[in-house]
């Protein structure tokens, strides 16, 4: 089995630039005040849900007779994401053993970081009766295969970012997963055939997508269907609420403590572990 980087925003955010999902939002937020004069739902009764809060504003503006609305919702949202600039995290991704990397992100920021002027897709055959691109396409930039598992910015018909398209994606995966899985033609075969290494996401009970998939893979673990490992790496130091983390284990993933404060440093101590020599 190969070694497979599953990625969120966590490397992002060591990069000076980078929004936060909270930033973010506050811009999305004042954008569609002062340019569609459009009231907006509060964030904070949605923090668990961010889908939930982007098909809330998605009906803000639909009643305001804004056309396009959900359109519009992922263009505010590129225009601050593709500010955001590789950092010595992405560069040392170069060095390590994942020539395979799946990451939550928009933006194609490790690909930058490998060569920005050659980005290339291979789109694999679909899925039946498949909704989102993302789940068949693959970003490949020299030896690394990059999977966007929410998409590629500017490519809006991969995009995943509203409560009604993680519903279109979670009915994607479903039909995935009553087909043969056999050949490397999605994120999800990788998730089952390949040892994962979790880091910098926040694996939580609303991503419910990711879910769906750990769990049919623990589910098959116990008949011996996968074999592969699954590791989420965290700081020592970093609470993990009990239920939680009992129903990672329940999900059969190991979570791996790593002694180090410093968010920068912990990344680059665990990227440094798969450093080729």
Aim: aromatic letters at 12%; one cysteine or more.
């Amino acid at each position: 089995m190969d070694d497979v980087l599953f990625i969120g925003n966590g490397l992002n955010r060591v990069s000076d630039s980078i929004y936060s999902w909270t930033s973010l939002l506050d811009r999305v937020e004042s954008e569609i005040r002062s340019k569609y004069l459009c009231s907006v739902p509060s964030k904070s009764e949605y923090k668990e849900s961010l889908p939930l809060f982007f098909e809330r504003l998605s009906e803000s503006l639909n009643k305001h007779r804004v056309d396009s609305d959900e359109d519009l919702l992922e263009k505010l949202v590129f225009n601050a994401v593709s500010e955001i600039r590789p950092n010595f995290l992405h560069s040392l991704l170069q060095r390590t053993s994942f020539k395979t990397i799946i990451t939550t992100n928009y933006d194609l920021v490790i690909e930058d970081s490998i060569d920005a002027s050659i980005k290339a897709t291979k789109k694999y055959n679909p899925i039946p009766n498949e909704i989102k691109t993302n789940m068949t396409t693959v970003s490949i930039v020299g030896e690394f295969n990059v999977w966007h598992v929410h998409g590629r910015l500017k490519e809006p018909k991969s995009i995943v970012i509203s409560s009604s398209q993680y519903y279109q994606q979670l009915s994607d995966i479903l039909n995935y997963l009553q087909t043969e899985f056999n050949t490397n033609n999605s994120w999800i075969y990788h998730m089952f055939e390949n040892n994962i290494h979790i880091l910098g996401y926040d694996l939580g009970y609303n991503e419910i997508t990711i879910l769906t998939v750990l769990i049919y893979r623990s589910m098959n673990l116990k008949n011996g269907k996968i074999k592969n490992r699954i590791s989420y790496y965290v700081r020592s130091n970093e609470p993990i609420n009990s239920d939680l983390e009992f129903f990672i284990n329940r999900l059969s993933i190991d979570i791996i403590k790593v002694d180090e404060e410093n968010y920068s440093l912990f990344y680059e101590k665990v990227l440094n572990k798969f450093i080729m020599k």
